[in-house]
């Protein structure tokens, strides 16, 4: 058994902050950000995470022309979630009518989404469910520190879903490798966040992130170049098999770095961070979607996907697309409108950075 992905669909919510955005309060350019990262610009979300996720939830199951209450599980890959108890794949369960369906969170920070495909391709070849819905969808700038100008210009908000369901075809995830890099838990952290229970403290939330760039850079580079090999070595291919490549988008040069090291030709690599920053664990669904719409993914095609996160964790995939790769029907799903610019909707937190760094 295997599991295709017959489903697909995003949700970039509709507000931009530009690198001249990010100029008008940090001492940063829209050159410097440009040539270290290739991000353009990000969304900024309104709503909270599942709404997101219901929007881009929405449009998938349309594209795979089935009914959600066909749904046996969803899984939500997010590192923040509109609440920890209960879980926010509850929330997207009722908002889209699965009523057939489980549901979970799964974070393993940027890698959440590829986790989340795996567990649920894996549940599907094991015969436990017939169709999933997996989600990653993140509100990262909901955990900015906006006075941090080293962490703060990268991220962005948004992400998407696909639908999994049962074939005897060998199609979908053929094979995958999930890692952690040991010891690298520091690198990117955020030791204030959420109820640490060990220290029984809560406090009104503007978080500081922990954020070592150049050491997360190299790990992100290794970790994702190894589970490549891994992951091509379980699906018995190689390099040459894969047509198309789909990384995280967190910066572009790491995307360049490990292509290289791949000898994959950058014709071949999807780049969108320049659209979005890094959404985080909705960065591959957002990539999907937008490789799908611009045509670049052809019926047929033998994909790799790579990710690395927050833990750090790793992890690599061999998809194999079917025969479709246009939507059997579409959505009207949308967000609620939205009333206030980028900056608006960031402004308490940034008027909470100030204070707190003394602007
Ligand atoms: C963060 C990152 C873009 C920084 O790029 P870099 O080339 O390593 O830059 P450095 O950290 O060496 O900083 C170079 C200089 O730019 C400055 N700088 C940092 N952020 C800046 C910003 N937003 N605007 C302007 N200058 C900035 C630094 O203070 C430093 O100044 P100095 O030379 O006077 O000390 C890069 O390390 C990176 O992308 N790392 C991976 C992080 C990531 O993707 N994390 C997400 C994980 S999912």
Not at 68 to 78: A, S
Not at 181 to 196: A, I, K, N, Q, Y
Not at 223 to 235: N, P, R, Y
Not at 241 to 255: G, L
Request: net charge negative; glycine share 8%; proline share 5%.
């Amino acid at each position: 058994m295997y599991a295709e992905i017959t489903g697909w669909g995003k949700c970039a919510p509709p507000a931009i902050l530009t690198n001249d955005d990010l100029a008008t309060f940090l001492d940063t350019s829209d050159e410097w950000i440009y040539t270290r990262t290739g991000i353009k610009r990000r969304h900024i979300s309104h709503v909270p995470c599942s709404e997101m996720a219901r929007v881009g939830s929405e449009h998938a199951i349309a594209c795979a022309g089935i009914d959600p209450t066909e749904l046996d599980l969803v899984i939500l890959g997010t590192t923040t979630p509109d609440q920890f108890i209960p879980n926010s794949a509850s929330t997207v369960i009722n908002a889209i009518g699965a009523s057939n369906a489980a549901g979970f969170d799964v974070n393993s920070a940027c890698t959440s989404f590829l986790y989340s495909l795996n567990i649920a391709t894996d549940m599907i070849k094991a015969g436990s469910i017939k169709t999933a819905l997996v989600i990653g969808v993140e509100k990262t700038t909901r955990l900015l520190d906006w006075g941090k100008r080293e962490s703060a210009v990268l991220f962005g908000d948004g992400g998407g879903a696909v639908v999994l369901q049962a074939t005897q075809e060998p199609l979908g995830l053929l094979g995958a490798k999930l890692s952690l890099v040991p010891h690298t838990r520091e690198m990117l952290s955020m030791p204030e966040f959420g109820v640490d229970l060990s220290h029984q403290q809560q406090h009104d939330f503007y978080p500081s992130l922990t954020f070592e760039g150049q050491e997360i850079f190299k790990n992100a580079v290794k970790g994702m170049h190894e589970a490549c090999k891994d992951a091509l070595t379980k699906t018995g291919l190689t390099q040459d098999d894969i047509d198309f490549f789909v990384p995280h988008q967190a910066n572009v040069r790491i995307i360049k770095t490990l292509a290289k090291r791949m000898a994959f030709d950058m014709d071949n690599v999807m780049v969108c961070v320049n659209e979005y920053g890094n959404c985080s664990a909705g960065t591959i669904p957002l990539s999907l979607c937008d490789a799908l719409e611009a045509g670049r993914i052809k019926p047929g095609m033998t994909l790799l996907t790579a990710s690395f996160g927050a833990g750090l964790t790793c992890g690599a995939g061999v998809i194999k697309w079917g025969e479709r790769t246009t939507p059997i029907a579409t959505s009207e799903a949308k967000l609620p409108p939205c009333n206030q610019t980028a900056i608006e909707i960031l402004q308490p937190a940034i008027d909470a950075a100030k204070e707190k760094y003394g602007e």
